[in-house]
Antibody, heavy 119, light 110 residues
Framework: EVQLVESGGGLVQPGGSLRLSCAASGFTFSSYAMHWVRQAPGKGLEYVSAISSNGGSTYYANSVKGRFTISRDNSKNTLYLQMGSLRAEDMAVYYC????????????WGQGTLVTVSS | QSALTQPASVSGSPGQSITISCTGTSSDVGGYNYVSWYQQHPGKAPKLMIYEVSNRPSGVSNRFSGSKSGNTASLTISGLQAEDEADYYCSSYTSSTLVVFGGGTKLTVL
């Protein structure tokens, strides 16, 4: 059974940093591109970042470029999102998602981890 | 890259059919057959319902179907059931920002 389990969310002050993790199981992690999608409270889905299966290619939405870093450790079956210079508008539930067999469709999602940015 | 345009809400009675539209541009919805639809119940993660405009993942009911015409994609749910009440999001591949989501549509089953 495919499982994605996020962790690392919590309360952080504006300007602070946080690292999210997404532990994958039930599939060959190293064969799949992975993504982060976030959802602010009461709002819609927002695409954040992507990383290729071998970690060689990454992508960031303009809203997080230069502040967030996506990475993965295929030996640990884990995806990461290092978040820095956090702002109030970064407050959201962060989901990791597996890219399915098609182009940028997300066939499995984690349960999400809440990041709260507040002083 | 602006979000794809979806109606804020739709409603229908059990057994009826409803359609949710998702309007983009020739740079996203109209330019590629990579439109997906997601269902999200309150407090839960999104679930993939349709990919590549009209394909259903294994396990998704055939009451859910997708289509596209020009820059507008549509999700149709037939034989509405109470469990279909949820938020629905479309998404599309786009060459500029990889993925763009719609603003979401709240489906109410009356």
């Amino acid at each position: 059974e495919v499982q994605l389990v996020e962790s690392g969310g919590g309360l952080v002050q504006p300007g602070g940093s946080l690292r999210l993790s997404c532990a994958a199981s039930g599939f060959t992690f190293s064969s799949y591109a992975m993504h982060w999608v976030r959802q602010a409270p009461g709002k819609g889905l927002e695409y954040v970042s992507a990383i290729s299966s071998n970690g060689g290619s990454t992508y960031y939405a303009n809203s997080v470029k230069g502040r967030f870093t996506i990475s993965r450790d295929n030996s640990k079956n884990t995806l990461y999102l290092q978040m820095g210079s956090l702002r109030a508008e970064d407050m959201a539930v962060y989901y990791c998602a597996r890219e399915g067999g098609s182009y940028y469709d997300f066939d499995y999602w984690g349960q999400g981890t809440l990041v709260t940015v507040s002083s | 890259q602006s979000a794809l345009t979806q109606p804020a809400s739709v409603s229908g009675s059990p057994g009826q059919s409803i359609t949710i539209s998702c309007t983009g541009t020739s740079s996203d919805v109209g330019g590629y057959n990579y439109v997906s639809w997601y269902q999200q119940h309150p407090g839960k993660a999104p679930k993939l319902m349709i990919y590549e405009v009209s394909n259903r993942p294994s396990g998704v009911s055939n009451r859910f179907s997708g289509s596209k015409s020009g820059n507008t994609a549509s999700l149709t749910i037939s034989g509405l059931q109470a469990e279909d009440e949820a938020d629905y999001y479309c998404s599309s591949y786009t060459s500029s920002t990889l993925v763009v989501f719609g603003g979401g549509t709240k489906l109410t089953v009356l």
